[in-house]
């Protein structure tokens, strides 16, 4: 079976996507499948293909040059994504033998999917990571009503034209159903890890804080990603505050992004001396960085959960680490850490709460390692690649057989 797998990102701009992206590939070709992959290129930071798949057989890939489009202006953004769609059906045209389409999500779908509808034919598995323009809205870059309202309207379709829709989680299902899309046609794959790659790296062995002089003798509040829209950086200002007297708890922030330097000015502005920023790691640090802490935040703005979900989850499981998340404590995300007792789920706003964890957390190591291992089981069964992938295969010879 071939798989024409198209996407409006690609490996050369830092994605928190783009690690799943490669591992995904790699499964399915081991599996034997072949793979055409049809990506952009825009910052030029990473290789155009990951290392581990050049050279392999059965892979191809089509990589279309973009211009980088600020952010924050919306509508530039949107009409580049709808000129990425028409220059990037003049290579998916060209893929004659292909079986089924996998079909990344972005703010522009509804036309790639009409322009594959009309020209390729083919069963489309539509693959949602954030839902379009719910996230948006609920969190901000979209703050007319009306233009929230008309692309809603024009979304809507995609959920009928598409064959079959995979979503990250059961949040995320309930979401798509009620804007229209048939559950049976909806299915949960959740997240997923390298089981190859993802792992622990003691102190000893550790290159990120060999590289950043760290001790392991202080009680680090990490967050590792991207400092964007979703990221709720007001929570991580108001937390450092409260712990402020707590002189051996420090925060890290490692990463980079639009809202970055906004929320750098703030903590200098008010003197929070207990974060420490530290710029983007290179890939291959991933599982260093997430292993230089005690504990991994993970602070949402309102809406980000059931719109999406953290892709980052996964890993820090893998790598033996408690996730203290502040997001929509009724939300089945949240319930899934407490009911499996392998981390902390904090409502948004309740800033005294997440300090009062943090340091309860700090004070009671034997419960953070208990905890850390219930994750770490948690994530093996539920979220290493060779499941999610293999349910995305199961998925791929269902629509064949059909």
């Known amino acids: 079976m071939k798989i024409l797998y198209i996407t409006a990102e690609g490996f050369d701009t830092p994605n928190p996507n783009n690690q799943m992206a490669e591992v995904m590939i790699n499964d399915f070709l081991d599996n034997g499948y072949s793979v055409h992959l049809i990506q952009s290129r825009r910052k030029k930071i990473n290789s155009d293909i990951p290392c581990s798949l050049i050279g392999r057989e059965n892979f191809t890939c089509d990589t279309v040059e973009r211009k980088v489009v600020d952010k924050t202006n919306f509508i530039k953004r949107y009409l580049n994504d709808v000129h990425y769609a028409f220059l990037s059906m003049k290579c998916w045209k060209r893929v004659k033998d292909a079986d089924v389409i996998y079909l990344q999500s972005n703010p522009t779908i509804i036309f790639p999917m009409l322009l594959l509808k009309l020209f390729k034919r083919l069963p489309i598995v539509y693959s949602i990571y954030d839902i379009f323009p719910g996230h948006a809205y609920d969190i901000g870059v979209i703050t007319n009503k009306l233009i929230y309202e008309v692309l809603r309207i024009i979304q809507k379709p995609c959920y009928k034209m598409a064959t079959a829709i995979t979503v990250l989680s059961d949040d995320m299902k309930t979401k798509v159903v009620e804007q229209g899309a048939m559950a049976e046609s909806v299915y949960v794959v959740p997240a997923w890890f390298d089981v190859k790659t993802a792992k622990e790296i003691p102190y000893e062995e550790n290159r990120f804080m060999q590289k950043y002089g760290l001790k392991n003798d202080r009680f680090y509040v990490q967050f590792a990603g991207t400092i964007g829209y979703v990221f709720n950086y007001n929570t991580v200002i108001e937390l450092a505050k409260r712990l402020r007297g707590e002189k051996d708890i420090s925060i890290q922030i490692v990463g980079d992004g639009n809202v970055k330097q906004e929320f750098v000015r703030e903590a200098e502005s008010l003197g929070l001396d207990n974060i420490d920023f530290y710029p983007l790691q290179p890939v291959e640090l991933v599982p260093d960085v997430y292993s230089a802490c005690n504990v991994c935040i993970i602070p949402l703005k309102k809406g980000v959960i059931g719109n999406g979900t953290p892709s980052k989850a996964p890993i820090l499981m893998a790598c033996k680490r408690v996730i203290v998340n502040s997001v929509e404590i009724d939300s089945n995300y949240a319930q899934m850490f407490l009911e499996n007792k392998m981390g902390v789920a904090v409502d948004i706003f309740d800033y005294d709460k997440l300090a009062t964890e943090i340091i309860r957390l ?41």
């Open 362 to 402: 700090k004070n009671s190591p034997k419960e953070v390692a208990e905890m850390a291992l219930r994750a770490y089981e948690f994530g093996k069964n539920n979220y290493s690649s060779t499941k999610s992938t293999k349910k995305l295969m199961e998925i791929f010879e269902k629509l064949g057989r059909n």
